[in-house]
């Protein structure tokens, strides 16, 4: 019953997008007053995107230089080793700690990871702080 109330809407050609009909066109369409997100580029140079923009955060080698983390590391009883570069180029300074009395036994590593070689080892003077004495 159905196909006969259609006539012949088999025989009519399928909806074909033109220049006219596409998203882009239609979007196109729109005058620049009827936007309704303003646009970034209206910005004047130098203006942050946020209305509260985020304070840069320190640099970690405001704590001291690498010759005072190894100093502090001394102190603490750690052994580690030179600091070398990571894939992506940041340094990584491995150190070990004596888990066992007189620093013998088993031993716990950390790795700091930083912009520079005394970044990366007060980094890892901060994680060994940071755990609780066994």
Same mark, same amino acid.
């Given at each position: ?12 050609? =399928? /909806?074909? @997008?033109? $220049?006219?009909? !596409?998203?882009?066109?239609?979007? *196109? ?7 309704? %997100? ?16 985020v =304070? /840069?955060? @320190?640099? $970690?080698?405001? !704590?001291?230089?690498?010759?005072? *983390? ?7 009883? %750690? ?50 702080k ?5």
């Amino acid at each position: 019953m159905q196909a006969s109330r259609d006539g012949n809407r088999y025989d009519k050609e =399928p /909806f074909r @997008p033109n $220049a006219g009909t !596409t998203p882009a066109a239609l979007a *196109a369409k729109n005058g620049d007053g009827q936007a309704s %997100v303003p646009s970034i580029d209206d910005r004047p140079t130098g203006t942050p995107t946020s209305r509260n923009p985020v =304070p /840069f955060k @320190p640099s $970690a080698d405001a !704590t001291g230089t690498i010759e005072q *983390a190894q100093d502090e590391l001394r102190r603490i009883g %750690v052994k580690w080793n030179a600091p070398r570069r990571g894939s992506n180029g940041e340094s990584i300074f491995e150190c070990d700690v004596p888990m066992g009395p007189n620093g013998e036994g088993p031993f716990r590593r950390y790795e700091g990871f930083g912009a520079s070689d005394a970044a990366a080892a007060w980094d890892a003077v901060k994680q060994i702080k940071s755990e609780p004495r066994r």
